[in-house]
């Protein structure tokens, strides 16, 4: 069992940065060995993918409409992922979560992880 905990989201404005966190509470013992995801939902739409890191922290995916703004990256040490996002457009406006899961991984599709977290509310305006 892994709980996870979201942080850093906010206001900002097209054009600015974030950083989210994503660390692991209850069960982080073993979250180095968890591949980690980002999701995204905003008001009316299905949560899409964002990105997503290979349990090693050496592997990295993107979906295409972010993957020349946003870094994500694994602290095994520390027990959390972190996406930086750059160049925040308005488009970006949603809930992110993260999600956990270990072993046999499909980054991309959200009803493969095992756990969530609660969310974190970014809001970018024009």
């Known amino acids: 069992q892994v709980k996870l905990v979201e942080s850093g989201g906010g206001l900002v404005q097209a054009g600015d940065s974030l950083r989210l966190s994503c660390e692991a509470s209850?069960?982080?013992?073993?979250?180095?060995?968890?591949?980690v995801g980002w999701f995204r939902q905003a008001p009316g739409k299905e949560r899409e993918f964002v990105s997503a890191?290979?349990?090693?922290?050496?592997?990295?995916y993107y979906d295409l409409n972010v993957k020349d703004r946003f870094t994500i990256s694994k602290d095994n040490e520390k027990n959390t992922v972190y996406l930086q996002m750059d160049n925040l457009l308005p488009e970006d406006t949603a809930v992110y979560y993260c999600?956990?899961?270990?072993?046999?991984?499909?980054?991309?599709?959200?009803?493969?992880?095992?756990?969530w977290g609660q969310g974190t509310q970014v809001t970018v305006s024009s």
């Open positions: 999600a956990a899961k270990q072993g046999t991984w499909f980054p991309r599709m959200a009803d493969k992880y095992d756990f």
């Open positions: 890191i290979k349990w090693t922290g050496t592997i990295p």
């Open positions: 209850e069960g982080a013992r073993s979250f180095n060995m968890y591949n």
